[in-house]
């Protein structure tokens, strides 16, 4: 009777299920038992007096066969059978992992039984998701079985709607390019018992997130077919990106804006000298390179192997895959050639009305000579300044790349073609690129997961695949924050430049969100959201200032100015669909007028001969009249804020004087 009872129970009638939850219900079972066994073996070895490295050894090979077993008939016993090559690959990868995690923290003085404990949570969480995902993977669905939307990659609590066709491949290269750039980081810059741990886990993460994606377009039904990225597309939207890129002064065939000296610096310094990068000041003190190097990893390693100059067109590679990526995310809801094109122009013509500020003023007052010279539109409201997008991309590409990288995912995610899964991934992998664009796509990041968790298109533990990326990138957030305090920052209400406050919001936020405002669709509450949110920021952003140039304020708007272009794209492409040409005449006009700040630019690179880069470091770029007399506190910092031994490697002990080049 009691059998009986115990066999028809719905308790028992989950465990059997094959969801996710039932399964991670027998994965803790099992764990337990796991845990119990690998422990057990694990304290018997350190007790007899082996060292923690061969008990760890010892426990985990005595595992493998137990945990293989007790994971295929117990946890995954309805799903695939499972591969032995491949779960002796993943519990490789988390011995190595466990191994570094334990060795680093043994060094704080730490024991091993107390550290080894505290470890077994965290690495049974990454056994689950490795094991569910790449050793029992079940067969992917058929055609007839394939439920697009909202196709899920788990079931559950752990739902989370796919990457869709349009934008799985220039997703996947953002991320590419991206964290290849931050793994790179980790490894040349903190230690091997920090660095092993960091990469698995972002590995993990990562692949977890965009190692799968919906059907194709012809494995789906009819009503949800979706319009594959032919070659052509990405052929086109490459022949952009390098033409902006090299307008803006890589590859040294056009004029480069002065802010290319100190970047140029940074790149030469990464590709010449060891890594952490040191400097003797003029004072004596010692210090280090510590800023924003997302953009300069990679190709700096280039120039490690070929020499610094081969930098520069590695460079060049680097961005124009990145900004190419972007624009397929960017065109991925378009389907006609001539809405692509109409992005594309929106896109790169969006600006504020920086012309009438500088007619304001009287620049155009003076003799011709001041025009000649093509100069930037963008300071007239002297301290207050929302870059174009061409400008951004000009003269500080290592924060608008990332900023448009995270404005693409979110409208991705927009169009119900990612989760905000994808844009939290592409936010935390930008850090180490533009911790300052970071900031303005934190906000819509919030709205995102929020709405994702609400109308089900995540499951409440789905975001717990983001968990062992952002354990990873815990070292380049520390890294960023040294000796932060330092950097100028504070409220810009009792700065002299305030006084353009109200001029600069009437030029330069008012008719974006105007011109925005036109492309609401009244049947979507996102779409207002959307606008309040960038209106609300734009306004509130210059209140406050971080750095000298007030970095902050040009670099947190790209993302909100970014998400304001696109909807202003699909105004004009509605009112052309509808033939409404006098509903344009306005828009029109002031984007005309403001297309003549990304104008000024071009045509700046165009009139200008062309610089190449020099071998100068960053002292002495910085002591060019471009940079002279500004704080370096963003770049670099004492040696003593550096010194943490338990996570960076140690800096060169002779590091070069400033006039060393």
Not at 275 to 280: A, D, G, I, K, N
Request: charged share 10%.
């Amino acid at each position: 009777m009691l059998l009986a009872t115990i066999r028809s129970s719905p308790l028992l009638a989950r465990w059997q299920t094959d969801g996710v939850s039932a399964q991670a219900l027998r994965f803790i079972f099992a764990g337990v038992l796991n845990t119990l066994f690998g422990y057990t073996v694990f304290s018997v070895a350190t007790l007899w007096g082996a060292p923690a490295f061969l008990a760890l050894a010892i426990s985990t090979s005595a595992g493998v066969v137990f945990n293989f077993q007790t994971s295929r008939r117990i946890v995954f016993v309805n799903g695939a059978p499972g591969r032995w090559i491949r779960f002796i690959c993943l519990y490789g990868g988390l011995f190595l992992a466990n191994w570094m995690a334990l060795r680093g923290l043994e060094r704080l003085g730490l024991s091993a039984l107390i550290v080894q404990g505290a470890l077994v949570f965290p690495v049974a969480a990454l056994s689950f998701i490795g094991q569910k995902t790449f050793v029992f993977q079940a067969p992917a669905p058929t055609a007839s079985s394939a439920s697009w939307p909202p196709l899920v990659f788990w079931n559950g609590l752990f739902r989370s709607l796919p990457l869709s066709p349009e934008v799985v491949g220039p997703i996947r290269v953002i991320v590419l390019v991206l964290a290849a750039s931050s793994a790179a980081f980790i490894v040349a810059m903190e230690q091997p018992w920090i660095a092993a741990p960091a990469c698995i886990f972002m590995g993990l993460s990562l692949w977890a997130l965009f190692g799968r994606s919906a059907p194709s377009a012809s494995k789906v039904p009819l009503e949800y077919e979706t319009q594959s990225t032919p070659w052509r597309l990405w052929a086109a939207c490459a022949l952009v990106a390098l033409g902006l890129c090299l307008l803006g002064g890589e590859g040294r065939i056009f004029y480069a804006n002065t802010d290319w000296q100190i970047r140029d610096a940074v790149l030469a310094d990464l590709s010449r000298r060891p890594w952490p990068v040191t400097y003797l000041e003029p004072s004596g003190v010692r210090a280090v390179l510590r800023a924003p190097l997302g953009m300069f990893v990679m190709p700096a390693l280039v120039g490690k192997l070929f020499g610094w100059r081969a930098a520069q067109p590695a460079l060049l590679v680097q961005n124009t895959a990145l900004l190419t990526a972007i624009l397929m995310t960017f065109i991925a809801g378009a389907r006609r050639w001539s809405e692509r094109a109409v992005i594309v122009l929106v896109l790169f013509s969006f600006s504020g009305l920086d012309l009438i500020g500088e007619i304001l003023i009287g620049h155009f007052a003076e003799p011709p000579g001041w025009v000649l010279q093509v100069p930037s539109l963008e300071p007239w409201s002297t301290g207050l300044q929302y870059s174009a997008l061409v400008t951004d991309l000009f003269w500080a590409p290592n924060h608008a790349l990332p900023a448009l990288a995270m404005a693409a995912s979110y409208m991705a995610w927009r169009r119900n073609q990612a989760s905000s899964l994808v844009l939290a991934a592409a936010i935390g992998l930008g850090l180490l690129w533009s911790p300052l664009a970071v900031m303005g796509a934190t906000p819509f990041l919030i709205v995102a997961g929020l709405t994702d968790l609400k109308v089900g298109r995540i499951g409440w533990l789905a975001p717990g695949a983001l968990a062992p990326l952002v354990v990873a990138l815990l070292p380049v957030a520390v890294y960023l924050t040294l000796a932060g305090g330092v950097v100028e920052h504070g409220l810009n209400i009792d700065r002299r430049a305030f006084r353009w406050y109200g001029p600069f919001i009437l030029l330069e936020v008012l008719p974006l969100i105007y011109l925005a405002s036109r492309g609401l669709q009244p049947e979507k509450r996102e779409d207002r959201l959307d606008i309040c949110l960038c209106a609300l920021l734009l306004v509130a952003i210059p209140l406050y200032y971080i750095g000298g140039s007030n970095d902050f304020m040009m670099r947190a708007s790209i993302f909100p100015i970014g998400v304001l272009a696109m909807m202003t794209a699909r105004g004009v492409i509605a009112d052309l669909a509808r033939k409404k040409m006098g509903r344009l005449m306005l828009p029109l006009t002031l984007m005309a007028i403001g297309a003549a700040t990304p104008g000024f630019e071009i045509a700046r690179a165009l009139v200008r001969p062309a610089n190449p880069p020099t071998a100068a470091d960053l002292f002495t770029a910085w002591s060019l009249p471009a940079s002279r007399g500004t704080s370096m506190a963003t770049y670099i910092v004492p040696i003593a804020a550096f010194e943490r031994p338990w996570l960076f490697k140690h800096a060169s002990a002779n590091p070069a004087s400033p006039e060393t080049k």
